[in-house]
């Protein structure tokens, strides 16, 4: 497709339990970020990768989250022993990462994680 | 450690009007800053990306402005139409490309 698509686009899961989200960017582009927006709040960046290798995850809130990108397309997130303040929408987003002052970001659709 | 500040966190205005969204941070050494607009259960669109070096950007109805060394920025939107309504975000590149964002400001326009 032409843009960045995540999946599932909503998720509800139960306390305790691991999740995975799923996260398809822009094909060529390079870098891909995840972010995670709590209701009437901005996005916060959680991990940058490059390529394979994730160059910042400065972000990630502890180590329940964990995030891959194997073949430097699709990237997963997953989390682990989820807990309810893991609700949130998780976005992603992709970039061709030119130059780091021009350069913009694709976002997806978001993932929306409900955990009872 | 970088933050982005952004006021109003609403904003109700009937059509036709101008407006000025605000946005502040608190570190000058930022690559860039942009405006997104995200739509409810969307995800974010960039409408304009102001580099460093630059003061202004604008695209149809609406212009950006940079001061860098105050640490502000200005989205204004002319001639504000139904459509326009829409959450507005704030964020400015740091390091590795990261956006820091804003809380966001939610705009509405009446008809």
């Known amino acids: 497709g032409a843009g960045v698509s995540q999946t599932p686009s909503n998720k509800v899961t139960e306390k305790g339990k691991y999740v995975e989200l799923r996260c398809d960017p822009i094909?060529?582009?390079?870098?891909l970020y995840w972010y995670r927006q709590s209701l009437g709040q901005g996005p916060e960046f959680l991990i940058y990768f490059q390529g394979t290798g994730a160059a910042d995850d400065s972000g990630l809130p502890n180590d329940r989250f964990f995030a891959v990108r194997p073949e430097g397309s699709v990237s997963t997130l997953k989390i682990q022993r989820t807990e309810r303040g893991d609700s949130a929408v998780y976005l992603c987003?992709?970039?061709?990462?030119?130059?780091?002052?021009?350069?913009?970001?694709?976002f997806g659709p978001g993932t929306r994680l409900t955990v009872l | 450690k970088q933050e982005v500040t952004q006021i109003p966190a609403a904003l109700s205005v009937p059509e036709g009007e101008n407006l000025v969204l605000n946005c502040s941070f608190t570190?000058?050494?930022?690559?860039?800053l942009q405006w997104f607009r995200q739509d409810p259960g969307k995800g974010l669109t960039s409408l304009l990306l102001?580099?460093?070096?630059?003061r202004e950007q604008t695209s149809g109805r609406l212009n950006a402005s940079l001061d860098k060394s105050s640490g502000r920025s200005t989205l204004y939107i002319a001639a504000s139409q139904p459509g326009d309504s829409a959450t507005y975000l704030c964020?400015?590149?740091?390091?590795?490309?990261?956006?820091?964002f804003g809380q966001g400001t939610t705009l509405q326009v009446k008809p």
């Open positions: 094909s060529g582009h390079t870098a």
């Open positions: 102001i580099q460093s070096s630059q």
């Open positions: 987003a992709s970039s061709p990462f030119l130059t780091a002052n021009t350069d913009t970001q694709y």
């Open positions: 570190d000058s050494a930022i690559y860039n």
């Open positions: 964020a400015v590149t740091g390091n590795t490309g990261k956006l820091i």
